[in-house]
């Protein structure tokens, strides 16, 4: 939104900002964040992703967790706020799936006014999503550029390189990375720019 001062229904453009998880080096000085975002939430939506091949998995069905939930409950209050804006999304890692799972629970309406999301290393959860959500974010697979670097673990939860795109929330770039510290690999400092400034990528499937 550039301008704070117009009235909310003359608003043609927001965008929105989802946060990753507050970083464990901070365990003493923030202890509910961490715990919060590394164990009710990476840690939960991690073992779910993990488990969807197993036999015993519920297919069909939505296993987010709560700050998935209050996302998405979050970005609809701001689809009403402004009601003619056209939206980008943003996020990483945790911030990732929270924008994906917001854009599975788009209203048939809501979901028009997409204009694109970009997201960066954060794991697949295509996979917890009921049939109704996947055919959600199916529909605007193009508008969503989810950033994977093959390089960092989080990033390749729920993924497969030879499978591209394919059972993804949106269009999969595979980063063509640098290799450093795993924990600076997964803040994105191992990513390269063109000369023209766009991210470097492996590939990227349309699947």
């Known amino acids: 939104m550039k301008d704070p001062n117009l009235p909310e229904d003359q608003v043609t453009e927001v965008t929105v900002l989802f ?10 000085s923030k202890p509910a964040d961490v715990w919060n975002n590394w164990v009710e939430n990476d840690l939960f939506l991690g073992l779910r992703v993990f488990a969807q091949n197993h036999p015993n998995y519920t297919q069909n069905h939505d296993h987010a967790s709560g700050q998935l939930k209050a ?14 804006a056209k939206v ?7 911030g990732s799936m929270d924008v994906q799972y917001a854009i599975a629970n788009l209203s048939d309406t809501d979901i028009n006014r997409l204009e694109s999301a970009h997201i960066y290393n954060g794991p697949n ?22 950033y994977a670097d093959p ?15 394919l059972d993804s929330v949106g269009m999969v770039h595979f980063v063509e990375s640098k290799d450093i510290d795993l924990g600076n690999q997964h803040m994105t400092y191992g990513y390269q720019l063109d000369s023209s400034g766009n991210i470097k990528v492996l590939q990227t499937s349309s699947t």
């Open 151 to 165: 390089k960092d673990p989080v990033s390749m939860v729920g993924r497969d390189l030879d499978k591209g795109s």
């Open 19 to 28: 946060r990753g998880s507050t970083g464990p080096n901070e365990v003493l």
């Open 71 to 84: 996302s998405s409950e979050a970005l609809n209050t701001i689809m009403a706020t402004y009601p003619n």
């Open 125 to 146: 959860i295509y996979g917890i999503l009921d049939d109704q959500q996947k055919a959600r974010v199916d529909s605007v697979k193009g508008l969503i550029h989810n």
């Open 88 to 94: 980008n999304l943003y996020g990483h890692s945790l």
